[in-house]
């Protein structure tokens, strides 16, 4: 499968494109399309790298607007997870559908997810044609510990879900160090190691998180995933609200990468801004994330990258914290190369890219990147292409209706319309 791309723009100058075999195969301004490939025209529109979200729950787009405006543990504890107890592998299908819909609407090429029933998951990401990294959560404290152990649980979660392939790659999901025992996160850093797999866990998103570890363990959290070997180059750490100074700088040595999900931190009030300059300066790769459709409850990440730049400049009170260029750099996963974003629109990097209508009102004046970051919203994507196939084109992603009708049914079935 080959595609030329005609008269589009790549930071400012005129370029043509020709993808071959899900590659970018040649750039350059006379580039002739050959016989069989699919032309698009690009007027009007500049190539860009896709979107990257390093933290979501896809198939919670079925939750959307349940629950909303309450605290988390009521929100988890009254609506979610009762719901989720009586979830079928078809309902997460079909959220999982519904949200990469959404997805290739605004963007995104690529997430990192985490949720029950992960081989549908993966069904759905394939289906759906976008990139993902799934992890089945891992519990074993508390109501949800099963009779099996964590090596039992993990094996099973990772079996679903399958080999690394082209679209979908397999993660180990420990869901927090509150649900998870000493045991079961030492068993995972060390299945992690072996097997050459990431970690992907919520860390540091409530106050009470880090008091109940100090109580516990005698440590701050990122000081007690360490002890037991959970931190390093393979982990993704989602939120990172509550970690402080000493926290940062162990994960910036061993290589960690921290998400920030600023939009479903606003929503659930969790008491404080991610500390994004001290993680920068510790040099630790960061990503952004929206969260599950539940707690967000969008997953645009062009409207959740400028909540980002717009609240850590007001909590610094420094207008040149989170510049646009910076901001562009984490929505696409250019600054936590774990994620797994593509670098640049570059001879021989993955087909994964969007054009952008660049005669639109809020991107046809002024500088491109700040009305990226500042003015545009998932609305201004006119085509997404991942591993070099048309998901979208011109705002019309095939199927669209048949994925909403039956992500309808599927909340009808859970009493959740
Ligand atoms: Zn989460």
């Known amino acids: 499968m080959s595609l030329t791309v005609i008269n589009a723009t790549i930071d400012g100058e005129r370029m043509r494109m020709r993808v071959e075999d899900g590659t970018i195969a040649k750039i350059g301004p006379r580039i002739r399309p050959r016989d069989g490939d699919e032309v698009i025209d690009a007027n009007g529109m500049a190539i860009v790298p896709g979107l990257v979200n390093g933290h979501t729950h896809a198939a919670m787009t079925l939750f959307r607007g349940h629950g909303d405006d309450l605290p988390l543990m009521r929100w988890l504890q009254e609506v979610i997870w009762p719901v989720e107890a009586r979830l079928e592998d078809e309902d997460v299908y ?32 394939e289906d759906a044609g976008i990139r993902a990294t799934l992890a089945g959560p891992l519990f074993d404290l508390g109501d949800a510990a099963g009779d099996d152990g964590m090596p039992q649980m993990a094996e099973r979660g990772l079996e679903e879900i399958g080999e690394p392939r082209e679209l979908v790659a397999p993660a180990l999901g420990p869901h927090a160090i509150y649900t998870v025992s000493e045991g079961g996160l030492r068993w995972i850093a060390e299945a992690s190691a072996e097997r050459d797999i990431p970690i992907h866990i919520h860390l540091s998103e409530t106050e009470e998180e880090v008091v109940r570890c100090v109580a516990d363990h005698g440590v701050r959290p990122a000081e007690y995933l360490d002890r037991l070997g959970v931190l390093g180059p393979r982990t993704v750490l989602a939120h990172g609200v509550w970690l402080d100074e000493s ?37 630790i790769p960061i990503g952004l994330g929206t969260n599950g459709a539940g707690s967000n409850n969008s997953l645009d990440l062009l409207q959740d990258v400028k909540i980002l730049a717009l609240l850590q400049k007001h909590e610094t009170h420094d207008p040149s914290t989170l510049p646009a260029a910076d901001a562009w750099r984490i929505v696409t996963g250019q600054a936590a190369p774990l994620l797994g974003g593509s670098e640049r629109i570059e001879e021989g990097q993955p087909a994964d890219f969007l054009l952008v209508r660049s005669d639109t009102p809020e991107l046809g004046v002024g500088d491109f990147t700040a009305a990226l970051i500042y003015a545009a919203s998932g609305a201004v994507i006119d085509t997404t292409v991942v591993n070099g196939r048309v998901l979208m084109s011109g705002g019309v ?11 309808r049914e599927r909340c009808v079935r859970l009493g959740l319309d």
């Not at 949200?99 to 997810?113: K, N, P, S, Y």
């Open 94 to 125: 079909w959220g999982t559908r519904l949200a990469c819909l959404e997805m290739i609407r605004t963007g995104t090429v690529r997430f990192w997810d985490m949720y029950w029933h992960p081989s549908a998951t993966a069904r759905a990401v």
């Open 247 to 283: 926290e940062l700088a162990l994960i910036g040595e061993r290589g960690a990468t921290v998400v920030t999900n600023p939009v479903a931190n606003l929503k659930l009030a969790v008491g404080r801004v991610f500390p994004y300059r001290a993680t920068r300066r510790h040099g």
């Open 397 to 407: 992603v095939e199927g669209a209706d048949e994925v909403i009708a039956k992500a």
